[in-house]
């Protein structure tokens, strides 16, 4: 078939890459370019791949305002979307005669919206997937056309299960383009009263607050590594926190206290009168560490409180 891909990150890629080994990429489309630290402009994971593989490449900056001419005149048999970023009109949906059909990474209508992956781990899934969906006018509530699940680890961390993911969506649509293209595609409704939803992570967020239960304080953790990065303050520096581990010794303290310090370990108080250990933290202007690299060369006390 002739294949429009429209993706921006670097999720998109693997199911781009599989895509063009079976049928002919007429073009990819991706967001502008952004300018990063000291001007520099960013190129996007796709944008680098479309070019390293001379692939027609277009980047609008409203595609429904300015790219539907463009997109008609390539004649595509169907559109493909993984994370691109932008709302497509009506206009754009219809453009191909098979629609436009979207990789998602969640197991709809659960944890529909932006952030999928991110928010199976924040809340402590112990499974998710990739849906293939006809793209609607209303956010991720097209027909689902197949899905595939897998598991996610304990302690998994949301940059180890993208990476998961995107294998998994790259298998999945090159399925589901077959299933089109033999004409034995299933289209199913999804059920609304079911759908939940994952928006995109807030600042606020990204502040550990450690009044909150040890359980979602780690998987706050996972779910924001390796970026955004959950952090805490102490005394008047920013700590960047990258692990937290469950500490079965019981002690008692404030949200936020040391209650346990050694050359080797260091565990944190949270809101559920459980603790935490922190295993990998970073302090500002400096490299990521394991906890024991970090305790050699900064100086905690017993009882001190994080995020005061």
Known sequence: MNIIFLGTPDFGVPALNAIMQRHNVAACVCQPDKVGARGKVEYCAVKKFALQHNLPLYQFERISRDGAETLKSLNPDIMVTAAYGQILSQQIIDIAPHGIINI??????????????QYAVLQGLNKTGITILNTVRQVDAGEIILQK??????????????ERMSALGAEAVVEALNLIEQGKAVYTPQNDDEATFSGKITAEQEQINWSLPSNELINLVRALNPSPVAWTTWRGNRLKIHALRPCETEYCGKAGQVVELTKKRLAVMCGDGKSVYITEIQAPNAKRMDIVSFLCGHSFALGEILGA
């Open 149 to 162: 699940s897998l598991e996610i680890a304990p302690y998994e961390t949301n940059g180890q299960l993208f």
């Open 104 to 117: 998602h990474g969640s197991l709809l209508p659960k944890l529909r919206g932006a952030a999928p992956i």
